[in-house]
Structures are given as C-alpha cells and as structure tokens.
C-alpha cells in the first residue's frame, strides 16, 4: 500500500505500506549523477563495540503524529519511527519479493484463490506473549472496521471474501479470512475473490503485512484505537526493538525485545528524534546523529562531502505531483465523487497549467544534481513499467492556444477570465517546506501568470504538514490545486492511488475508463508480465492525457551515515537489507 510522502524513509519503509510526503524538506535525486555518489550499504570492517546506541534523526518542521499502529497510520514520519519495533511479517527478498525468513511464510494458491499465512512459533509480542492468528485477523479488523476511520480500507482490500459486508456492518466477522488451528493457532487463510499479479510481492496492497497484538488492544473500542495510548505511547510489537519511551510528537527511546525471534539485536538501544530542517546541515557537520532521514534534497551539496559520513541512497519509489481539485470523497459509500462544475474540471485548462511549468529549470536551479522532472505516474525506479514518455514539458504558446480554444479569455489586466466571462482566480495549497519550496512555489505562480492565470496561495503561505493533509483529504473549498509527494510501496499498482473508492485518490477523479485501465493492471490475465508491462502503459498515457494529477519531480532518498555504523543497508539487494538486529557501531563515539 502507499503513504502520503512527507515522510517515508525510502526503501526501509516502502515494503510496509503507502505514505504521505512533504513535497519540499526530503532527501531526494533521481539524476544520473547523484545516484552514482552514493551506496546502498556500509562497508564498515572494523570491530563491532558491544552493545551501543544508534542515533538517529527524523527531519521535519513538523512534530510526528505518533500513530504507532500502521493500520491507522498513513504518513511517512511514524513508519520512519516505528520501524524498528513494528516488523512486517514476511522477509522481503531482492526486487521486493517475499522470501521465507520473516515471521511468517506465505503461500499462494491461484486455483483456490487463497494466500495461506503460516506464523513461526518462535514469534512472540514483546510483553512475552505468542503472535497467534488472531493478531493477523485482527489487523484486518482495525483497517475494516468503519469506527477506526482508516484511511488503510481500499479496493484492493475488498478483494477479499466478506470484507465489504464487515465494514458496512452487515457481517459481525470476515468470512474471507479463516483460521483452521484457531484464534490461538499459527495459520490463516485468505480468500480472496480474485487473485491479483501483485500478489506474488511485497506492498501489494492485496496483503496486509503487519499484525496487531489482540490481547493487549481488544478492550479498546475500534473508535478509540488511534488516540489510545496503547498504540501512541506503550505499543507492544514483536520487531527486534521494542518502545521503551516516548516523547509526543518528538522522540522515541527504543531497547531490545528479549523475545525477538531472531535473537539478541547488537545495539542496545535506539534513539530517534524530530531533527528542524534549518538545524539539519550543521547537526551532519557536527557529527551529532549515526543516520540523518529527510534530509533537505536543496541542501545536497552542503552536506554530501560530510567528514565522518557516508552518503547511502537509491532511486526512490517517490514522486511529487501537482493535483487537482475535482470532486469529494463520500465516506458513507465509500467512493469519489467528481463535481462537474469544480474550478479545474476543463482538461484544458489542467494541461495548460502543466505545459506552463519549466520543470527542467526548476530541478537545475534549486536542486542540482538531486532531482529530475517526472514524465508519468510510474517513477523509473519500476523500470519495467515506467513509460518512456515526454510528459508535460515547457511550452507556453501551446498552453495559451488551449486555454484560447477553451474559452478562457484574456482581459486588459493581463488575467484571463473563465469560458463565462467571470473572473479566474485559482487557489494553490502548498505545505511547509524550506526557502528553496518556497522559491520553486512562486515561480510556478510566476509561469503561470505568463499564461494569463492569476494564481494565488491558499491562506496567503505555506501550510503545515498536518493541517495540509486535513484540507486536501476533506476536499475544503478554499483550493483548487495542490502540490504533494507520494512514498509509494514496492509493488506498483497505482489501484489504491487512483481508483474509484481509494480514500487516497486525492483529486476525486474517476471515470470507466480509468476503472477499467486499473482493473487490467490487477487483473488474472496480468499474471503474465509482458500483458501486465502493456496494462501500466496504456493507463500511464490516459493519465497524462487526463491530467487529474500530473508527476512533477523524481527523486532519490539519500541517508546520511556515520562511518561508525557496520550492517546497514537499504536497498533489498543487499544481504542485510531491513535486519536491525545486526546493525552495530565500531566505536563510542562519531
């Protein structure tokens, strides 16, 4: 599944879920150049100290909401938290597939239609008590259950058998998913009405990967679990950490599970804490954290030569977009609804915003060497499916001749009016960022005056993270376009993104045609790869053509890293790729 990106520490938390993300204050690249300065893992050789304590930063300009459950969490910040105590319960091999060394195996099974999840016995909570099979069913609950308000509940998820009828309340329990040793055994059985390609990987939004300990939660109402502080402030997970103390929207000390079923984690413990974007380059200089997430992608050059550090990163399953207001999301059908007569829903006048955009210019300017312009919804990390594409370059005589022949006329004030003659004013919802967000905002307002478009700032600047999401997620009327990131998961699958009921369709654009370009993708015939690569294409270029949502940055994440720091790595080519239990440092001190 994918999160809203303001967050999201690429690779290590792409495989657990999608993620909301701050368009402006992440470490980022996709150019060719700064992909080749950095590595994906330490090399570090030297003798491991015993124990030690990791320190690690989390930048934002914003306290983390501290939802430490990911079926109720959907931002980048908490899984960055959280992610060394909520382990996933499959191992996730190179190219994102699942392997048989996580806490649970899976099998599937095409002709049954089912998944078949066996948890190991030696798994255990970290209050000492087993992960059974209803902490897997239970997990599912949490999303499904209309009282918990996840933003987790999508298509992809109805595909199973009985979840519908159990989150309007029709059925007390899912019938689709069956425990055959029972509640307390170690299997569950998924049954789905269709089996879906993406299955086959992690992120696929068809699975969910986590569970939640029953026992300790099932005397909190489905309504009350988010602000519990079960879950904000005393969670019980069975990764190879466990929270010892957390600070609301700050820090977390985290110490090791002595039930981990892996055994004993190296470091004794893991500090993590909410670093200020203006403080981040110099807390690098000053060697005062082992591992820097989200650092600023506008500051690259003046961190990436740090003394003491090495700079791991990849190509990010991450892309900012710019969005358009189209409609609302009903909760009680569970579906978006396009208004037809929303400011921005003339297509011309979405592709001319585009075509005024000098993206090239923008990623030279404010981040050289760390940023490219996006093509298409699909990053080129998917190689596979990635469109080679031209997408929405700088063509300011074309954006006129469409805003021209669709009715949008320009007056003497130099501002055009809309196809009723009234006057045009379109507001823009930016979130918080730095100087260098700030900078690329009001150029993109300056192109499109250029055009003839007065544009202005929602509430007259930039909003925070959370307050941000609020609006776009509730559709307020005091906007019409939005600039966002999307941390995506590592199976591609736009569905929960862009389909008809995914809460997470932002722009509220639906139409049969995309539904029936998202359904190919997913669908059985897609089991076979080069139908499936045909599928991603064809809806890339109608969602170009539609322009609900246009790419406009690639990036890659980059981490900051103490030379200090021996076993880590990010990418799942790597041997030790998400195992925080062998994570050490070689030394006392950076």
């Not at 969910?208 to 997970?237: G, I």
């Not at 009921?501 to 997913?522: Q, V």
Request: with cysteine; aromatic share 12%.
């Amino acid at each position: 599944m994918k999160k809203r990106s303001k967050y999201m520490a690429g690779a290590m938390t792409a495989v657990l879920a999608l993620t909301l993300a701050a368009c402006g204050s992440k470490s980022s690249s996709s150019t060719k150049s700064a992909s080749s300065a950095v590595k994906t893992a330490t090399t570090n050789s030297k003798k491991a100290v015993k124990g030690g304590t990791l320190s690690v930063a989390e930048v934002s300009d914003s306290p983390i909401a501290g939802i430490f459950a990911p079926e109720l969490s959907d931002n980048a910040s908490d899984s960055d938290f959280m992610q060394f105590a909520t382990e996933s319960l499959f191992g996730v091999g190179k190219d994102y597939k699942y392997t048989n060394k996580g806490a649970a195996t899976l099998k599937l099974n095409r002709k049954a239609k089912t998944a078949t999840i066996k948890i190991k016995k030696n798994v255990r909570w970290s209050d000492g008590k087993p992960v059974v099979a209803k902490d897997v069913e239970y997990a599912y609950e949490i999303i499904a259950n209309k009282d918990s308000k996840s933003s987790r509940y999508t298509d992809s998820l109805q595909n199973i058998k009985g979840m519908a009828a159990y989150h309007t309340g029709a059925a007390k329990t899912i019938s689709g998913i069956t425990e055959p040793d029972g509640d307390n055994g170690k299997t569950v059985v998924l049954h789905f009405q269709q089996m879906k390609p993406g299955m086959k990987q992690s992120g696929n939004g068809y699975i969910w990967e986590n569970a939640e300990p029953y026992h300790y939660l099932k005397d909190v109402p489905f309504a009350d679990l988010a602000k519990s502080s079960k879950v904000r402030k005393h969670p019980v997970t069975f990764g190879p950490f466990k929270f010892s103390k957390v600070v609301s929207g700050q820090s977390v000390e985290f110490t090791r599970n002595k039930y981990y079923y892996k055994g004993t984690p190296k470091l004794s413990k893991i500090d993590i804490e909410v670093l200020a974007t203006s403080k981040a380059v110099t807390a690098i200089k000053s060697k005062k954290y082992d591992i820097v997430l989200g650092m600023p992608a506008a500051q690259y050059k003046n961190y990436k030569n740090a003394k003491g550090y090495t700079m791991l990163g990849q190509k990010a399953l991450e892309y900012t977009y710019l969005g358009f207001n189209l409609g609302k999301y009903d909760a009680k059908t569970s579906t978006n609804v396009m208004n037809k007569n929303a400011k921005m829903s003339n297509r011309s006048l979405r592709q001319a915003m585009l075509y005024a955009l000098n993206l090239n210019q923008v990623a030279k300017k404010f981040y050289p060497g760390v940023r490219t312009r996006a093509t298409t919804l699909i990053p080129p990390a998917f190689s596979k499916y990635h469109l080679n594409a031209t997408g929405y370059n700088l063509n300011l005589k074309k954006a006129k001749s469409l805003l021209n022949k669709a009715g949008y006329k320009l007056g003497k004030d130099g501002y055009r009016t809309d196809p009723n003659g009234k006057k045009l004013t379109i507001h823009f919802a930016v979130m918080q960022g730095d100087d260098t967000t700030d900078a690329m905002y009001q150029d993109f307002i300056q192109q499109w005056k250029k055009i003839g478009l007065r544009v202005k700032l929602t509430t007259g600047r930039a909003i925070e993270f959370n307050a941000f999401y609020n609006k776009i997620e509730n559709n307020t009327s005091d906007y019409d376009v939005f600039a966002a990131a999307w941390q995506l998961s590592s199976e591609p699958s736009p569905m929960d993104l862009y389909s008809k009921d995914a809460p997470y369709n932002f722009s509220r654009f639906t139409s049969k045609k995309n539904t029936a370009l998202l359904n190919k993708i997913d669908s059985e015939k897609s089991f076979n790869t080069a139908y499936r690569v045909k599928a991603f294409k064809q809806w890339q270029r109608y969602m170009l053509k539609e322009a609900p949502v246009a790419p406009l940055m690639y990036t890659i994440t980059v981490y900051p890293t103490s030379n200090r720091v021996k076993n880590f790595a990010i990418s799942p080519a790597d041997k030790e790729y998400l195992q925080w239990q062998d994570v050490e440092v070689t030394s006392n001190s950076r």
